[in-house]
């Protein structure tokens, strides 16, 4: 008998772990779902990752060394005004080359501008 009870918890640990695990990637999958003009989205591929990843030194590196893609990306967008996001950019870029360690305040500048022109007031 205590056999049975072990199997059947060892399932039922599995199907919550499982379930747990799909919820969790519907979740993430639902939170980064949009409906973004095709520059725009191909922008945000890259800096979505970026943006997500935990702050810190490994994060600010590979958004040091993303900048100049994602300012090209930036520089493709024909569906908005891209201005104040290549501001942005250009500042990070910037702020990366002086002090690459602490790119935070930069990199949420960046984060706002490219909202403020995926996501247009009144849509």
């Known amino acids: 008998m205590p ?3 072990t199997n059947s918890i060892s399932l039922i640990v599995a199907a919550l ?18 409906a973004f003009a095709k520059d725009v989205d ?17 994060r600010s590196q590979n958004v040091c060394a ?3 893609e994602l300012e090209r990306l ?9 201005k104040s996001l290549l ?9 990366c080359q002086a002090s690459p360690t ?4 930069a990199f949420f500048d960046v984060h706002e501008a490219f ?5 247009p007031k009144g849509h």
């Open 115 to 119: 909202h403020r022109l995926a996501e």
């Open 3 to 5: 056999r049975k009870i």
């Open 17 to 34: 772990l499982a379930g747990g695990a799909l919820a969790a990637e519907q979740h993430d999958n639902h939170r980064h779902h949009h």
């Open 42 to 58: 191909a922008l945000h591929a890259v800096l979505a990752p970026l943006w997500h990843a935990r702050p810190g030194k490994e």
């Open 87 to 95: 501001q942005a950019m250009a500042a990070l870029k910037k702020q």
């Open 74 to 82: 930036a520089g493709d967008i024909r569906s908005g005004d891209p």
């Open 66 to 68: 993303k900048t100049n």
């Open 102 to 105: 602490d790119i935070d305040a």
